[in-house]
């Protein structure tokens, strides 16, 4: 099993729909969880954290986490086609030092 | 604040040169990861420098070699290149003081290619 799971995608949702994106990791002690973004030809920006269970929103973005199911998620409301990116999922883990691990990345299409 | 630096932006080496990266962390952030990025293998976690000590390695053969200076600043030393090394490699700098210290920004990346 891998350390960090991501649908790979493509994922093609309408402008204005709601964008989900989901993560798994394994590592049970892991403690934070980070969102990047990255465009084509760029490097990844941090656009959300998150450290407790629950949702935690900014702007469009909410990600949600639950630790029981070692499950991470980001949902973009009101999606634009300049969301169209490569969303990177991230987790610390405490088990190995805290190396930061990313998953393979979903590709998100966003159609006018 | 200006954001992560790295130079240089693009080299192009010859298979078994050696190469040096360099990358300014955000001023304050004492912690500097480097990562190599390809479309076969994501993005992959080659170390992890805090007050100039390795404190994280990934699994990289020691052809990957890094440092870090007191002002933090970081280099990354790649000898004999192979042709498997042509990738972005990205340095992401951090503050490494409590549970806000993971939190990584991405300097622009230094594209190589092995030719």
């Known amino acids: 099993q891998k350390e960090v799971e991501q649908n790979s995608g493509p994922l093609s949702v309408p402008e204005g729909a709601i964008a989900s994106l989901n993560c798994t990791y394994s590592?049970?002690?892991?403690?934070?969880f980070f969102w990047y973004r990255q465009y084509s030809g760029k490097s990844p920006e941090l656009i959300m954290s998150i450290y407790s269970n629950g949702d935690k929103e900014d702007g469009r973005f909410t990600a949600q986490l639950n630790k029981a199911s070692q499950y991470v998620s980001l949902l973009i409301r009101d999606s634009q086609p300049s969301d169209s990116a490569t969303y990177l999922c991230?987790?610390?883990?405490?088990?190995?030092?805290?190396?930061?691990?990313f998953g393979q990345g979903t590709e998100l299409s966003v159609k006018p | 604040k200006a954001g992560v630096t790295q130079t240089p932006r693009y080299l192009i080496k010859t298979r078994g040169q050696q190469v040096t990266l360099s990358c300014s962390p955000i001023?304050?952030?004492?912690?500097v990861s480097w990562y190599q990025q390809t479309p076969g293998q994501g993005l992959q976690f080659l170390f992890e420098?805090?007050?100039?000590?390795?404190?994280n390695k990934g699994n990289f053969p020691g052809r990957f070699s890094g440092r870090q200076f007191s002002n933090s600043r970081s280099e990354m030393n790649v000898s004999t290149l192979e042709l498997g090394d042509s990738a972005l490699y990205l340095c992401?700098?951090?503050?490494?003081?409590?549970?806000?210290?993971?939190?990584?920004?991405f300097g622009p990346g230094t594209r190589l290619t092995v030719t």
């Open positions: 991230a987790v610390n883990l405490l088990n190995q030092g805290g190396k930061l691990i």
């Open positions: 992401a700098s951090s503050l490494a003081g409590g549970v806000l210290s993971y939190e990584q920004y």
């Open positions: 590592d049970r002690v892991s403690q934070s």
């Open positions: 001023s304050g952030h004492r912690s």
């Open positions: 420098y805090f007050s100039e000590t390795q404190r």
